[in-house]
């Protein structure tokens, strides 16, 4: 009896192992791409990949901005069995490697010369301990303020070039009744508009001191108060229901009149076009007040698995994704440009181009910065102490001395 | 021999809910408990370090604000629902007409989920769609009810919002209570021309202790775990002023890649829980088996 069980687990075992054997490059890849133009950019991937002779095995996680799909993928690297490829992106790549769990890139990279292909600063987030181990995808530029080109028109005012200016364009449009910050009131929008300030009013250098070194001086600094100063008169210029709104509602304010300036990342643009409106004639875009640029870059983080098809996909995964059409395809669908420097851009907008030459400018002046508010600067915990002092103290009458404070006991107690 | 088969049957069928519940609840439950005293980061990591997450917690002005705010929704929630429940069903207990109709009125909000609740509600508090804005087509332009927006009464909207989806069900709770009165001693007080009103204080509802027990049991741990509510309401907004542990454990777990700060939140509201349902069950056993 015994005998006999072991004989057919034993055949069943060799029918399978015959079964996968080397069959082609294999790929599963864990995503949360799931809406809309997100859903056939992700399509371009899928469709190059299995051009290319592999096998695509879609493991979409929708839901919570990729909370499910953190969720899915923790599960899957506990139990032993990771996905060929997950959508990580920033500091949580390097928390990712500090586990042990991530895979070794470095002979595709050095093939297709990413070292020279990607920006430095973005490339640095590609790597491990020195070797690439995660695929970018895109670049989306966050320091962009959009505005309604008819209502600057008819209030006669220019898109700003420092805060002092926007604020008195604000009062301009207070005067005239219209609204002048369309803004959502979620942590993250707070955070997002707080990182472009910081930004503008700091400069580069003040900007990678706090909110990528964390030094506690800068946090603490007058500079930082004058940041949380400028918040404040900023909430004066968002209209009183802007609690709990989502970001493209902020944006459909924009695009009707209602409003006239948002602070969003260039996925915005994507509202804008949605709406039949085209750039630089219905509405114009520029970045915020400042110097610098604030990237938000998708990758794939490739993890270490086993067999030969598996690791051969994960090579042709990688090697498509920072390839010239994919990048190219891929971006015009989602409202980013190319993270591939020398991608030509005669497809994209007037917006794109701007944010591809900001960045290679940017790229060679040390203001090539990752977005904060976007989970590329700090790990979670870090980031959302942050937020939590910005939101709160745009979401109440704390003073900006007490704002300081809180931010840098906030990040001392932060692991 | 199969007598003493027989005897084993009702453990063996048993046995395997109860290992079940003893490894995903219990074991567990352990776990978190465990996970709170390490630095546990995106992934769990196992090197005890003492009790630095609960010191983070303490330290923590959203956990002091989520706690505050159980507080206050708790305890208005588990109140007025309990008040307003109970009047209902004395209401609808007078031998009125149509009762069945009325009845699946009040309760019918219990069969909604707290989403549809949290939702419907955003847009009825909502000041640019909702009440305010309505009462201001009429032309009182100056109306204002803003408290959704309000940093300050933001957590009020999620006690109307959870009393509007509870009271119902506490009043069919009171209604069963208070049909199982027995007629008879009303009767023989009524006989005595002693007053509606002290016949209720005096006889009615001391006799009703047990349902009380029962509806604030149900009303406190829905309150404690109340999450999607808020989820769908506010987002835990203004800010974080509507946050409640659960929704503070959430984001520390899910969002933020900080177990261990969530594995202390979730210690913390284990405890809480643990200080009301142990006295009760000590109090229950201790009746039944005395």
Redesign the interface.
Known sequence: MRQKILGIVTAVTTFISAGTAFAGPEAEVLHWWTSGGEARSAAALVAEFEANGGTWQDMPVAG??G?AA??AL?AR??SGNAPTAAQIKGP?IQ??YS?GVLADLDDVAKAEGWDTLLPASIANHMKCGGKYCAAPVNVHRVDWIWANADVLARAGIDMPTTWAEFNSAAKTLLGMGIIPLAHG???WQ?ATVFETVALGIGGPEFFHKAFVELDMSVLGSDTMEAVFDQMRIMRGFVD?????RDWNLATAMVINGEAAFQIMGDWAKGEFTAAGKSPGKDFLCASTPGAGYLYNVDSFAMFAVKGADKIAGQKLLAKLVVGESFQTVFNLNKGSIPARIGTPLDKFDYCARQSAYDMEVASGNDSLLPSYAHGMAL???Q??AIT?VV??H???DMKSSDAVK?LV??IK??? | MFARFEKQIPKLVLAPSFSAVLIFVYAFMAWTVYIAFT?S????MYKLNGVLQFG?LA????WETAIENLFIFGILFIVISTVLGLFLAILLDQRIRSEGALRSIFLYPMALSFIVTGTAW?WIL???TGIEAFVRSWGFSSFKF?W??N?DF?IYTIVIAGVWQSAGFVMALFLAGLRSVNQEIIYAAMVDGISTRRIYTKIILPSMAPVFMSAVIVLSHLAIKSFDLVVAL????????TDLPATFMY??A?????L??AAASATVMLMTVVAIIVPYLYSELRSKNG
């Open positions: 919570g901005g909370d953190m969720q923790r690297v506990l949580s928390e990712w586990q009131g979620q942590a707070d009183p229901n802007f609690s709990g790990r979670g915990a980031a959302g939590d939101t709160n745009f979401n109440s809180a006991a906030a107690d932060s692991l | 630095k980061t995106i992934m769990p983070r330290r923590s002005p959203r955003k909502n000041p640019g803003d959704l927006v940093p933001a506010t987002g835990g907004g203004p800010g974080y002023q984001a520390m899910f969002s933020r890649g900080d261990g700060q």
